[in-house]
């Protein structure tokens, strides 16, 4: 994410005020924290909120993952991602969160309907090993399957969360404003 757009979009926010009913209950308490900012633009058909990308520490470096409601839920429920797709994508870095954007932005399509970007937090090493199973470059990001029909690394990187070695977060929510 450019911080600069960012910035620009944060200035430039429309009121959701009126819409706050259409947020899922953890949305609502991410944006009430302040843990995710308004940057819905006025005339949008979407509430739009984000938060800026964390530093990872020595060691580790973020990955990023759009999800659909049912996955986010499961996630945010159990502690895990579930085997819910056959790719199951992680996307590395910047260039990763950039590319996870363009499913929100209906950019990419997937089937899964996606509304949330999560970034992770994943040990290098991990990352390193996920990688000799598979990857792959997605305009110009390096994305890594966890799925059944990709790596299948999804049982070690679940594994991963529920030890707590990898972290995640909620970094972007779109959320239409219709019923």
Known sequence: ??????????????????YLKRLLPHELELYQNGQLLNITHEGSSSIWLEAYSSTPPDGKINVYRPMGDNEILYLLENN????????????????GRIYA????????????????????????????????KQMKIEDGALSVGLGCKAGKGLPL?????RDGLITYRIVKIKRSKKK
């Open 1 to 18: 994410m450019e911080n600069t757009k960012f910035e620009e979009s944060l200035k430039n926010a429309a009121s959701i005020n009126g």
């Open 80 to 95: 895990q991602l579930p085997a819910s797709q056959p790719y199951q994508a992680i996307i590395e870095g910047e260039n």
């Open 101 to 132: 954007n363009k499913y929100l932005n209906g950019n990419k399509w997937t089937n899964s309907n996606p509304t949330t970007i999560v970034e992770f937090t994943v040990p290098i090493d991990l990352m390193e090993l996920l990688k000799e």
């Open 157 to 161: 990187f679940n594994e991963r969360i």
